[in-house]
């Protein structure tokens, strides 16, 4: 397989993996399952959980990530991350939420 479809595969597995990510944590962020402090609220973890991302990609692959995923695709996929937060937080609390 050329080296650009593992690169393009690795974009589209971020920003698929950034956009479900989101929306999950935005499902559950009305709730505050991991406490009531600034550091425990969802996008909060979130973020952590995707920067952790980041990290364990960096050691699986041995090499930089911005040669595998460039720094305008990483905040890009994060950007749509938190996008896809809203859009949970919105299913979460006016769809499903019990009334």
Not at 6 to 11: F, M, V
Not at 61 to 87: D, T, Y
Request: aromatic fraction near 10%.
């Amino acid at each position: 397989m050329p080296r650009s479809m593992i690169r393009q595969s690795l974009l589209l597995q971020w920003r698929l993996a950034m956009i479900a990510g989101g929306f999950v944590f935005g499902l559950f962020a009305d709730r505050r399952p991991f406490g009531e402090s600034f550091l425990a609220h969802p996008i909060v973890v979130y973020g952590a959980i995707a920067g952790l991302g980041l990290l364990v990609l960096r050691v699986t692959l041995r090499r930089p990530v911005p040669e595998v995923i460039p720094e305008r695709a990483i905040v890009g996929g994060f950007l749509l991350g938190i996008a896809a937060f809203l859009v949970g937080n919105f299913v979460g609390v006016h769809l499903i939420a019990p009334r």
